[in-house]
């Protein structure tokens, strides 16, 4: 059974970082796409990032770029989203999600706020 | 960036009838290895998403019947042949042809 398990969220003040962590089993990790999605209290969805199976190719969203680093650590089973200099408009439910969003995980909330 | 249009944004259905959603994108969304890759989902409340449809029309395994996609190009559609009461949530498109991938606003589907 596919699972992802994602950790790391929290409450952090403006202009913060935090990292958040995604485990992945039940699939050959290092043969997937994986990405990160993010949905605010009440809105929609939003892609944030994503990075190619053996990590070569990343690409982010305009509004994180320069903030926010996917990477992965394959021997792990891991994905990971580094995010500095929080805003306000950070505060969402971020969720992994392998390839073009085939599997989900529960997610995992971040706060920003002072 | 590649801009995913909705309607309707509520959508009251009784038990049993057929619902439809619309999605219209403001580019083609064929990519350029020949594939259409726009998705559907579904969350329920308080769930994270579920894929219920990818690549315009093809069914996620454990997916009833029920559900089906359709379209090509720019305009696409998500049909509920019998509505049932499992399937109130929010639905959304989403195309993966272009980067960054990107949502439709959503479709709220209820019961009347």
């Known amino acids: 059974e596919v699972q992802l398990v994602e950790s790391g969220g929290g409450l952090v003040q403006p202009g913060g970082s935090l990292r958040l962590s995604c485990a992945g089993s039940?699939?050959?990790?290092?043969?997937?796409?994986m990405n990160w999605a993010r949905q605010a209290p009440g809105k929609g969805l939003e892609w944030v990032a994503i990075i190619r199976h053996d990590g070569s190719d990343k690409y982010y969203v305009d509004s994180v770029k320069g903030r926010f680093t996917i990477s992965r650590d394959n021997a792990k089973n891991s994905l990971y989203l580094q995010m500095n200099s929080l805003r306000a408009e950070d505060t969402a439910v971020y969720y992994c999600a392998r390839s073009l969003g085939a599997y989900w995980g529960q997610g995992t909330l971040v706060t920003v706020s002072s | 960036d590649v801009v995913m249009t909705q309607s309707p944004l509520s959508l009251p259905v009784t038990l049993g009838q057929p619902a439809s959603v619309s999605c219209r994108s403001s580019h083609s969304l064929v990519h350029s290895d020949g594939n259409t890759y726009l998705n559907w989902f579904q969350q329920r409340p308080g769930q994270s998403p579920r894929r219920l449809i990818y690549?315009?029309?093809n069914r996620d395994s454990g997916v009833p019947d029920r559900f089906s996609g359709s379209g090509s190009g720019t305009d696409f559609t998500l049909e509920i042949s019998r509505v049932e009461a499992e399937d109130v949530g929010v639905y959304y498109c989403?195309?993966?042809?272009?980067?960054?991938?990107?949502f439709g606003g959503g479709t709220k589907v209820e019961i009347k």
């Open positions: 989403m195309q993966g042809s272009h980067w960054p991938h990107t």
């Open positions: 690549k315009v029309s």
């Open positions: 039940g699939f050959t990790f290092n043969s997937y796409w």
